[in-house]
């Protein structure tokens, strides 16, 4: 059983703005990256990117790729649910 670990907020439209998804994303991804131990440059070179990639993606200023996802998932040993935790 999953817990949300953030907060979202929807606009008046009952959609979430792009800007947080990437945020929500980054922060989660920069959180399994700490707990895991991996620095930004070995996430980087495991999952074959760069690593001011992977910084801009943790920062959420990044509109990253499912394939790109998917990369930093199988990099960190986490299946890409993680990345999304639901209530």
Not at 7 to 20: A, K, T, W
Not at 46 to 68: C, D, F, K, Q
């Amino acid at each position: 059983d999953c817990q949300l670990l953030f907060s979202v907020s929807f606009d008046s439209h009952g959609q979430l703005p792009v800007n947080d998804i990437r945020t929500i994303y980054g922060n989660r991804l920069r959180q399994i990256r700490l707990e895991k131990g991996v620095s930004q440059e070995a996430l980087a070179a495991a999952a074959e990117l760069h690593r001011t990639y992977v910084s801009s993606v943790e920062r959420g200023e990044r509109n990253v790729s499912i394939v790109n996802i998917a990369r930093l998932a199988e990099a960190l040993g986490v299946p890409i649910r993680d990345f999304f935790p639901a209530k």
